[in-house]
């Protein structure tokens, strides 16, 4: 909505009634949010212009509180400083996407919001950062298997882009949360095979066995033994080591991290051990299939 004040009289300082009492009265009277921009010209030839600074100075209201009549003057003396993008916040995404844990996964990008709302950083740095952020957390989810419309994320980013308030902004997030799902995985299992899978999916760098799986689902280590190998084709500890060798494959093509590094994230003690089990079910050593891999080099 603009409201156009014409022939006013100098002697009133109208951008301070209008903060002190029509901005103060909007966000008393009405929750959500509420962007309030101050433009001023002398012609009123300049008006259609006039509006469209308006409307570019809105973005603005991403580094300020709630009720604050945005104006030039105010956006020309912001001294920014350099946007820190947060690196250690992308590397922590890629490990939760890779541990399949979504509450890790929203708790990052909740963080991403916070590092940027924390310093003066240009709210084009700062929609720039969140979007560079998403489109990573996207393409981790793509290399470790996951499925992903990339139309769909194209105009989440696009929203993020043209974004002028923080809502804005995380609820283009969480329609890329939504879109990072792992509950059609195992959907062509049983419930109990479902279940023994996901604790598969948690616990398989602990060494999880097939009694203390059975022990978490109530029942014995012979039934779920037969259903296991009846439903997926393997028994529970072939399972845990197919699992294991997968996220392997997944580090080794996505990550530059070394082979001890890799076992430890996997649940291996002995790099060297784990070399040897990867080379018994793949027909080559990690180092090889990094090599052959078109993952990082």
């Given at each position: 909505m603009y409201l156009i004040i014409y022939r006013v009289r100098e002697a009133r300082n109208w951008k301070e009634y209008f903060q002190k009492n029509v901005v103060t009265g909007l966000c008393r009277n009405f929750p959500g949010t509420i962007i309030c921009v101050w433009i001023e010209t002398k012609q009123l030839i300049k008006l259609a212009d006039a509006m469209i600074q308006a409307g570019s100075l809105m973005?603005?209201?991403?580094?300020?509180?709630?009720?604050v009549l945005i104006c030039q003057q105010t956006v020309e003396k912001f001294e920014a400083v350099p946007v820190r993008y947060p690196v250690e916040l992308e590397q922590r995404m890629r490990e939760m996407i890779f541990d399949e844990n979504k509450k890790g996964i929203a708790r990052q990008f909740q963080l991403v919001c916070e590092e940027m709302k924390r310093e003066k950083y240009f709210p084009k740095e700062i929609k720039y950062s969140i979007i560079r952020f998403c489109m990573a957390a996207g393409l981790n989810y793509r290399n470790y298997g996951g499925e992903i419309d990339e139309t769909k994320i194209l105009s989440l980013m696009q929203q993020i882009t043209y974004a002028i308030s923080w809502k804005q902004i995380e609820k283009a997030i969480q329609?890329?949360?939504?879109?990072?799902?792992?509950?059609?995985?195992?959907?062509q299992y049983s419930t109990l095979i479902q279940k023994a899978m996901e604790i598969i999916r948690k616990e398989y760098d602990s060494g999880i066995t097939?009694?203390?799986a059975a022990s978490q689902l109530y029942v014995s280590e012979e039934y779920l033994s037969s259903q296991f190998k009846k439903e997926t084709g393997y028994n529970f500890t072939e399972t845990v080591r197919k699992y294991r060798i997968e996220k392997i494959k997944e580090l080794l093509r996505t990550t530059k991290y070394k082979m001890n590094q890799i076992a430890g994230l996997v649940g291996y003690s002995d790099p060297k051990y784990m070399s040897k089990v990867f080379k018994e079910e793949e027909g080559i050593l990690p180092t090889e299939y990094r090599r052959n891999s078109n993952g990082i080099s």
């Open positions: 973005e603005w209201n991403l580094l300020q509180p709630r009720g329609g890329l949360e939504r879109m990072i799902s792992y509950e059609h995985k195992f959907e097939l009694e203390e």
